[in-house]
């Protein structure tokens, strides 16, 4: 009943596929009379009868079933259930389908380009299984269509369409898209979808025929470079977890999760444990073999927490967003060989914190937003790694022929 109660309060916020949410909501609530006329009939007449106790709960278990079956399409999509490919959030990326271009010029821009970066930045809420705003972004007549707010799309005008304009918009804005707990699209991601709306956002020209090709292929290499990055989960075996091990973090209000299907490689996640202490990090040591990532992010995490990290030498990824981490934090993070990606947004890391990170030979991306770190520092540290990407926010995209501009600005 509380299930039922719950999910009528969901369905009345909105955003979701109507014929499913439809087909799930009578099936909860006929889930929860069945529930109920069953706890009578056991009270009044079952009670210690085996045969129809088992009946009776049978029923209700296939209904709870369907009914979670339908819920599971609507925060998943359709067809979920039979599309398992055994990847996750470190593989199952829709920008990995632009290395298989094989001819850029020929390229079609919008389903080979600009429908992947939406497919992998805006589908989780703006698609079939989830249609937050009324705004569908998985179609080319519902992106035409727009949303509750109109239009998203002015074919020729970047600044007045919503769908590039929003993302322009500051980190905390509440109209910022994609919001600020999802990923957030590269600055490369940003420029092709300015460049196409720029284009007209044609849904049939190839990118040759583009005004801007030029500035697109180099936007479309910058990102082809990023998704040939090293994968995060090794390609090497490893032996399962210690289960004992892994109730006894989990009991402390941690999250252990599998990076894959058929993998035992793990990442930790203290996204429901923002007060931790040394010995929180030190706990997960007999899992240094399989933990490949480790979220602290929003954290109480420090220089002396962080201390303890230099054990998990098989990390490839490390968020430290929103920390109070410092230079210091940077010299044991400065051990884990294999790192290959680091988040240290929002923190007081300066440029020689981030000069220390020279040795990690694995390293490709770095995210210092809202840093100390300034472009000198940046520049000193691709001087000796060239193959570093180093992400310090304030993007500054290159000027169209026919981009507006502000000429009450500052000079």
């Known amino acids: 009943m509380l299930s039922a109660v719950t999910g009528l309060v969901l369905r009345d916020e909105g955003g979701y596929s109507q014929n499913i949410v439809q ?88 389903a080979d380009v600009i429908q992947p970066i939406l497919e992998s930045r805006c589908y989780s809420c703006h698609s079939l299984s989830r249609i937050k705003g009324d705004l569908r972004l998985d179609g080319i007549d519902q992106i035409m269509q727009g949303g509750a707010d ?79 990055s090293p994968s995060l989960v090794p390609t090497g075996a490893v032996e399962p977890a210690d289960q004992k091990v892994v109730k006894q973090i989990t009991d402390q209000g941690i999250n252990v999760l599998p990076v894959a299907n058929e993998s035992n490689y793990v990442m930790i996640s203290f996204v429901n444990k923002s007060i931790i202490t040394i010995d929180d990090v030190r706990s997960l040591k007999p899992l240094r073999k399989q933990i490949i990532g480790l979220d602290l992010a929003r954290t109480n995490a420090s220089d002396s927490i962080i201390s303890a990290i230099s054990d998990l030498t098989q990390l490839r990824k490390v968020n430290l967003q929103n920390t109070a981490i410092t230079d210091e934090a940077l010299s044991y993070i400065s051990t884990l060989d294999n790192l290959v990606y680091l988040n240290i947004v929002a923190t007081q890391v300066t440029d020689a914190g981030l000069l220390k990170l020279k040795q990690l030979k694995e390293l490709t991306h770095v995210y210092a937003f809202q840093t100390d770190v300034s472009a000198a520092g940046v520049d000193q540290l691709k001087a000796l790694r060239p193959e570093i990407v180093v992400d310090t926010g304030g993007y500054s995209l290159p000027l169209i022929a026919d981009d507006s501009i502000d000429v009450f600005a500052d000079p």
């Open 23 to 110: 087909v799930h909501q009578i099936l909860g609530i006929f889930t929860a009379c069945l529930s109920i006329i069953v706890l009578i009939l056991y009270k009044r007449f079952a009670k210690g009868r085996l045969f129809a106790n088992s009946i009776s709960i049978g029923i209700v278990a296939l209904f709870v079933s369907i009914t979670g079956h339908w819920g599971g399409m609507l925060t998943h999509g359709e067809g979920y259930f039979t599309q398992v490919d055994g990847n996750n959030e470190y593989l199952n990326d829709p920008m990995l389908r632009l290395r298989a271009i094989a001819n850029v010029d020929s390229a079609h821009l919008y």
């Open 150 to 228: 109109g239009k998203v799309i002015v074919p020729g005008s970047p600044d007045s369409s919503a769908l590039y304009s929003r993302m322009m918009l500051p980190l905390e804005h509440e109209d910022h898209m994609p919001p600020n707990e999802k990923p957030q699209p590269s600055s490369a991601e940003v420029a092709l979808i300015q460049s196409w709306i720029q284009d007209g956002a044609d849904f049939e020209r190839k990118l040759y025929q583009s005004k801007n090709a030029g500035g697109i292929k180099i936007f479309l290499a910058s990102l082809v470079a990023q998704s040939e």
